[in-house]
């Protein structure tokens, strides 16, 4: 296979699996590994990849991934995390569900709860919920931002400061060594912040890719999280880190 060819392919993969490895690609192409070094230094000049030790994943930066893209990408990963998290949740309790592909996974397991009601800033999970006819649910109204059907900015943060939520589901778009909860938008982390204060238990949702991602902006840390449902186990000293602070990492790897 040339390597036009195999440039398209390699950029699919990584957008399904969230990184690519070198010996991987070797064996898929059928060819070298210097091959495969060269075509991933080629995309990672080009700003398609970053270059990481053993392959390369998705470029982080001050932008984050187009929505339909994060909703492909390791969506088996996003079912899994979603399932772990809504089997955690009781019934007959208050919830905010988040911004984000992992949130609309826990929206879609939730189907079947009984006597919720849900405030969300996410029309998709508001659509995804009509779905449960023992579901009431509220829009925290804000500023659409149309990339991804978000309520988002200081209206969105007013509205939850009249709430006190039994449980939060929030999203990230990084996760950095020192516990740091990053995302892209500032009027998005407003809100996350905002939920940090006005819920009893705060559960945040993140596949492993965001352990290898960068955000210019903070949420919080782990520290105010009391859970985390994720598909593969953190980095040990930030494993570590939320042992000493309290805070419960449930890894649920993905289904095949």
Not at 187 to 199: F, I, N
Request: net charge negative; hydrophobic share 45%.
């Amino acid at each position: 296979m040339s390597q036009s060819f195999r440039h398209p392919e390699i950029l699919e993969i990584a957008r399904a699996e969230g990184k690519v490895l070198v010996e991987d690609l070797a064996r898929r192409f059928n060819v070298t590994v210097q091959t495969i070094r060269r075509d991933l230094t080629e995309l990672a000049n080009a700003g398609k990849l970053e270059r990481v030790h053993g392959g390369a994943i998705l470029p982080s930066g001050v932008t984050n991934i187009l929505y339909e893209e994060r909703r492909r990408l390791n969506a088996p990963a996003k079912i899994a995390i979603g399932s772990a998290c809504a089997a955690a949740i009781p019934e007959s309790c208050s919830i905010f569900l988040d911004i984000g592909t992992t949130t609309e996974a826990v929206a879609r397991a939730l189907i079947d709860h009984r006597n919720l009601m849900v405030v969300t800033n996410n029309l998709n999970v508001a659509r995804i919920l009509l779905a449960n006819p023992d579901c009431e649910i509220v829009l925290a109204g804000g500023a659409l931002r149309r990339a991804d059907n978000g309520l988002v900015g200081h209206i969105t943060a007013r509205t939850i400061e009249n709430f006190r939520f039994d449980h939060a589901i929030l999203g990230c778009s990084a996760l950095d060594e020192e516990g740091d909860m990053l995302d892209f938008d500032i009027q998005e982390v407003l809100v996350g912040q905002t939920l940090l204060k006005r819920s009893r238990e705060v559960m945040l949702v993140a596949d492993a890719s965001k352990f290898q991602r960068s955000a210019p902006v903070r949420i919080g840390s782990l520290r105010d999280v009391d859970h985390v449902f994720t598909d593969a186990p953190l980095p040990e000293p930030l494993a570590a880190r939320c042992a000493e602070w309290g805070t419960r990492v449930h890894v649920v790897p993905a289904r095949s």
